[in-house]
C-alpha cells in the first residue's frame, strides 16, 4: 500500500529517508554526497512522484521505490484477491 509522504510529519520523513539512504549503500559516482544531500535527493523524488513509500503488511515494512515498480509489482496480485 502506498503511503502518501505528506502524511508523515517532517521529522518522520526525515527519519526514514535517513533511514532508506543509510541502509543502500548507492554509488554516487567518483564525488561523494553528504547525508543531507542524499536526503534532500530523495525527498525531492517523492515530492514528483518518481518514488513512493510503500507499507508492507505482509513483512510489516516501511520502504521507498520507483512508482514503476511499485504498479508493476501490483499487476502480478490477481485482482480477487
Known amino acids: ?3 502518501p509522504w505528506q502524511d508523515l510529519d517532517a521529522e518522520l520523513l526525515t527519519s ?3 533511514s532508506f539512504v543509510l541502509r543502500e549503500g548507492t554509488d554516487y559516482g567518483e564525488q561523494e554526497r553528504s547525508l543531507e544531500q542524499k536526503v534532500d535527493d530523495v ?3 517523492l515530492k514528483s ?3 513512493v513509500l510503500v507499507w508492507s503488511e505482509l513483512h510489516e515494512t516501511l520502504n521507498i521505490m520507483p512508482r514503476g515498480q511499485f504498479r508493476a509489482g501490483q499487476e502480478e496480485v490477481p485482482q480477487d484477491w
Open 43 to 45: 525527498k525531492r523524488q
Open 49 to 51: 512522484g518518481e518514488i
Open 16 to 18: 526514514v529517508v535517513e
Open 1 to 3: 500500500m502506498i503511503i
